[in-house]
């Protein structure tokens, strides 16, 4: 969704706003702009549509960099796609300067209590933000408490993140935020703003995380908070541990491939962090296995890819912790809640740590006093800061939108969660060693899932992923990648639901990928192949060792069937990843899509 970056005190403030909205592109964006000031007040805005090299290139031509500044990359909700509703957006008189993340439910009521003199130029709800701000501030209030008044109107159900400039008072940051993430980041030459603390790490690594509700007045050597209540507060900075090279693609055209490439190092890092050299678990604090064993029911809540790594999830922590488990969607089950048990424990799955839906639940969750997990990639992210405990997946930063290795990082997680909380039955530790050397394997047959891409995907303009059990939980994520960035319309089914309606799609040539590493339902699988076959269907078979069968396109290696998911997904990866560059897009920037939600 949209970025946010701000700078003050830095020197020359263009290259770090350029570089910071760069690593902001990967969320997914179709404006941007930058408002330039320095301490003399000289000032410059520009604004583009499309890509921030776009940006850049009519920055560096404009020649005034700056030594404070702000900068956006707006992914449209109210208002086209224009330079006019692109931020930053600012007051009639050109002195306020503002940019937003985040949505205001009222701005027509705003509007028209108002600004019914005001001429609007925008179709944004951030212009009403900001000419609210000029208007308070020519009431005689001072630029703070413009600020301040302005975000007391809006609606309870907003979200923002604001970032403001007064051009009186150039070099000040006033920044606001509720459920939408702003850090400020400090260092001894100069401050910054951001949404995501990737996207400063060229300027400092230390960041203050900002609260829901809190203000936060930067200058280029000061950086003072007030909470919600309006107190004055001291927030302690956190040191980000990322290397900047984490975050380049290095000599890979896409950050998609490098991130499928590194799931095999991603699973022995989960290893070696979650067991000691003597193969004991480490690492999950006993007040969290105590919390969940205290629990009758867990409810796994999370979106997407994550709510798909959940379903596999489930499986560990009933077969081995013999936890009854839920999994749930969490835009539905923030507003449907369903039955609960009597002693339920959630747990929360989220890459970015900030997706709204599963915010909204973890929210209401605490309401209701029930203890709460939140197993993510991001640390530090509202998820984990707002719930009870707290695990790391330890990823590595996910850029590309189509999230792969999070994926596999968060099935590993699960299955050392559910192993501590009771017993697979075999070495886990051993299984996944072999797990990281097999995940190496499959990716280093590229060549062999191109061609299936291109074979089976070209000219097609839909296709299947079936599966049973554990291989339907793996077949929703295999299409969910398949469809998200080649836009080949893509059904992931639970195999013996085919013949109660979907077989009826099936024409000559549709592309139907099984996935069989199943033993207990592999020869139903293969009936339900054969079925689709006789219709027409182009069968791809990825079957695991045990089950194989000449004629299957690609012969998975065999770990235990249960961590099959992990194997299993890998080649739907490089598939949705090779179909995607026949089809001449953008592997890592699907249109329409965000990396992270962070709207409901
Ligand atoms: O950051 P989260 O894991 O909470 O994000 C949830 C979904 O938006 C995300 O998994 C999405 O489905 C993937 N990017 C798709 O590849």
Redesign the pocket.
């Known amino acids: 969704m949209c970025g946010i970056v701000g700078v003050t005190g830095v020197g020359d403030a263009l290259p770090y706003l350029l570089q910071g909205l760069q690593k902001l592109e990967y969320r997914g964006y179709d404006s941007a702009g930058v408002y330039l000031t320095d301490a003399s007040g000289k000032n410059a805005l520009i604004k583009e549509k499309g890509r921030v090299a776009k940006l850049a290139e009519k920055a560096k031509a404009n020649g005034f960099a700056g030594t404070a500044g702000i900068a956006h990359t707006r992914w449209a909700t109210h208002g086209n796609v224009t330079v006019e509703n692109a931020h930053p957006q600012k007051s009639s008189d050109d002195r306020f300067f503002l940019v937003h993340n985040g949505v205001i439910e009222n701005y027509q009521e705003l509007t028209e209590t108002y600004l019914q003199r005001v001429h609007l130029v925008s179709e944004t709800d951030t212009e009403v933000a900001v000419q609210l701000v000029d208007k308070f501030s020519k009431e005689g209030m001072a630029t703070a408490d413009a600020f301040r008044k302005m975000i007391s109107l809006l609606d309870g159900n907003s979200a923002y993140g604001f970032l403001l400039v007064d051009h009186e008072d150039p070099e000040t940051l006033y920044v606001a935020k509720k459920k939408s993430p702003l850090l400020v980041g400090v260092s001894d030459h100069g401050n910054a703003v951001t949404s995501d603390a990737a996207a400063m790490i060229d300027l400092t690594k230390d960041f203050i995380e900002l609260r829901d509700g809190d203000m936060a007045i930067v200058k280029p050597s000061s950086v003072t908070i007030y909470d919600a209540a309006g107190e004055q507060v001291n927030r302690e900075p956190f040191t980000l541990e990322i290397d900047p090279e984490d975050t380049d693609k290095g000599a890979y055209p896409y950050y998609m491939l490098k991130e499928i490439d590194e799931q095999a190092v991603v699973a022995r890092n989960i290893a070696g962090h979650y067991y000691d050299e003597d193969g004991n678990l480490q690492g999950i604090p006993c007040a969290v296995t105590d919390a969940i064993e205290e629990a009758d029911r867990l409810y796994i809540v999370?979106?997407?890819?994550?709510y798909h790594a959940g379903l596999v999830g489930k499986r560990y922590f009933e077969q081995w912790a013999k936890i009854p488990t839920e999994v749930h969607i969490a835009s539905e089950f923030a507003y449907d809640q369903p039955m609960l048990s009597e002693k339920p424990f959630f747990i929360f799955?989220?890459?970015?740590g900030?997706?709204a839906d599963?915010r909204e639940v973890l929210d209401n969750v605490k309401k209701q006093g029930f203890p709460a997990l939140t197993l993510a990639n991001v640390m530090n992210s509202t998820l984990t800061r707002e719930a009870d405990f707290a695990l790391p997946v330890l990823a590595g930063p996910e850029i590309a939108?189509?999230?792969t290795k999070?994926y596999t990082a968060q099935v590993l997680v699960q299955a050392i969660l559910a192993a501590a909380l009771g017993n697979p039955g075999f070495d886990l530790k051993a299984e996944l060693a072999k797990v990281a050397v097999e995940i190496q394997a499959i990716t280093d047959e590229k060549e062999t899932f191109k061609k299936i891409a291109e074979d089976a995907l070209v000219g097609q303009h839909s296709a299947f992923y079936i599966g049973r059990g554990l291989d339907a939980a793996v077949a929703l994520e295999a299409a969910?990648?398949l469809k998200?960035i080649s836009y080949i319309q893509t059904e992931g089914f639970a195999a013996g639901e085919l013949k109660h309606g979907t077989i009826s799609l099936i024409e000559d040539k549709t592309p139907v990928f099984a996935l069989l590493t199943q033993s207990k339902t592999a020869g139903l699988l293969r009936g339900e192949v054969a079925q689709v076959a006789a219709r027409g269907a182009n069968t791809i078979v990825f079957a695991s060792e045990n089950l194989a069968k000449e004629g299957d396109a690609f012969v998975l290696p065999q770990v235990n069937e249960l961590l099959m998911p992990l194997l299993a997904v890998i080649p739907a990866q490089l598939i949705a990843y090779y179909a995607t560059l026949a089809r001449g897009l953008d592997v890592d920037r699907p249109r329409n899509l965000a990396?992270?939600?962070t709207v409901q």
């Open positions: 999370a979106a997407g890819t994550s799955l989220s890459q970015s900030e997706t599963s939108v189509a999230s999070a969910l990648k998200e990396k992270s939600v």
